[in-house]
């Protein structure tokens, strides 16, 4: 991985298969609205990590995968745990964004200035 600029950098980490405590269909429909917004209110981050069950929204099946993909082409740099994705067996099934390791994710908590996460 690159070292990203200091100070200068928000990352988004989703660790859930949506977004929030709530059903799967409204937990999905909230992170699409979200991956929406940013794109649309010109807020892209510049990495969008994913980890633990976060990973799925990456992957064959689900409803986010285009939005992940339009925050990409806009310059978001998107992580993905490949020790998650061993885990659920979905290495095969990754769609977006680029497999990455617990360093990755690391040296984006170190050099971001802004953390979100969902």
Known sequence: ???PAENNI???FITKNG???APSELS???LKNYL????SENR????ICLYA???KTACTGSPVINEFKVLETAGSK???CKTCLNFYNLSNNLEVGNPGTMLDIMDIHHHSKLLINL
């Open 36 to 39: 929406t917004l940013l794109k």
């Open 53 to 55: 069950d976060g990973v």
């Open 19 to 21: 977004m929030g405590e």
């Open 10 to 12: 928000t990352a988004v």
């Open 1 to 3: 991985m690159n070292k």
């Open 28 to 30: 999905l429909l909230l």
């Open 44 to 47: 892209v981050p510049s990495y």
């Open 78 to 80: 998107i992580f993905i």
